[in-house]
Nanobody, 123 residues
Framework: VQLQASGGGLVQAGGSLRLSCAAS????????MGWFRQAPGKEHEFVVG????????YYGDSVKGRFTISRDNAKNTVYLQMNSLKPEDTAGYYC?????????????????WGQGTQVTVSS
């Protein structure tokens, strides 16, 4: 499956952004989907994940209460709504897909990755 992330940009602290990740070439509805981020000099950090049906959501501790993940299986797209953004949210954001639908927070468990979209939050 191919993943194409979009929606990143420059925003002031306290602002919002919505990222999208469009999938093609695979059975999107059978993949557990996740968003990771990576800041310069740091490892990939799990941000959010969503089950195949969209009913089960998983959040990293640093984004709970501010970020929301959702998916539209009819459109083969997963979304990341980011509110109350902070400068420490600045990073490249990557969507990823994991086969067999099981939840995962570890990047090595994901088979497919998008190219990433940059989010920069100014103070």
């Amino acid at each position: 499956v191919q993943l194409q992330a979009s929606g990143g940009g420059l925003v002031q602290a306290g602002g919002s952004l919505r990222l999208s990740c469009a999938a093609s070439g695979g059975a999107f509805g059978t993949y557990f989907m996740g968003w990771f981020r990576q800041a310069p000099g740091k490892e990939h950090e799990f941000v959010v994940g969503v089950s195949t049906s969209g009913s089960a959501l998983y959040y990293g501790d640093s984004v709970k209460g501010r970020f929301t993940i959702s998916r539209d299986n009819a459109k083969n797209t997963v979304y990341l709504q980011m509110n109350s953004l902070k400068p420490e949210d600045t990073a490249g954001y990557y969507c990823a897909a994991k086969r067999y639908g099981l939840a995962a927070r570890v990047p090595t468990e994901y088979e497919y990755w998008g190219q990433g979209t940059q989010v920069t939050v100014s103070s």
